[in-house]
């Protein structure tokens, strides 16, 4: 069975850092293009930053300059490293990616990590 399996989330003040990851797991080939989203208590998911395979980077306006998405192919694990964190960067935070498995490309969600930003 495939799965993201997020972790890294957490409590952190604001202007701190937390840095998530997202390991791709189960019978599958590679990672094509991976994305960070959110989603805030009221409001609907949105994009954070998205990377393709070959390193195609694109970050929501809000996020740029505090926010760096990377990935590791060999290991097919993507991370966001989030600096300067604001309260309003609280949100459940989740992985989604185009995984290659048997038979094609499937797009896979992760189960969502906590992130809070308060004093």
């Known amino acids: 069975q495939v799965q993201l399996v997020e972790s890294g989330g957490g409590l952190v003040q604001p202007g701190g850092s937390l840095g998530l990851s997202c390991a791709a797991s189960g019978s599958i080939f590679s990672i094509r293009a991976m994305g960070w989203y959110r989603q805030a208590p009221g409001k609907q998911r949105e994009l954070v930053a998205a990377?393709?395979?070959?390193?195609?980077?694109d970050y929501a306006d809000s996020v740029k300059g505090r926010f760096t998405i990377s990935r590791d192919n060999a290991k097919n694990t993507g991370y966001l490293q989030m600096n300067s964190l604001k309260p309003e960067d609280t949100a459940v935070y989740y992985c989604?990616?185009?995984?290659?498995?048997?038979?094609?490309?499937?797009?896979?969600w992760g189960q969502g990590t906590q992130v809070t930003v308060s004093s």
């Open positions: 989604n990616a185009d995984l290659h498995v048997r038979g094609g490309i499937i797009n896979h």
């Open positions: 990377i393709t395979r070959g390193g195609t980077i």
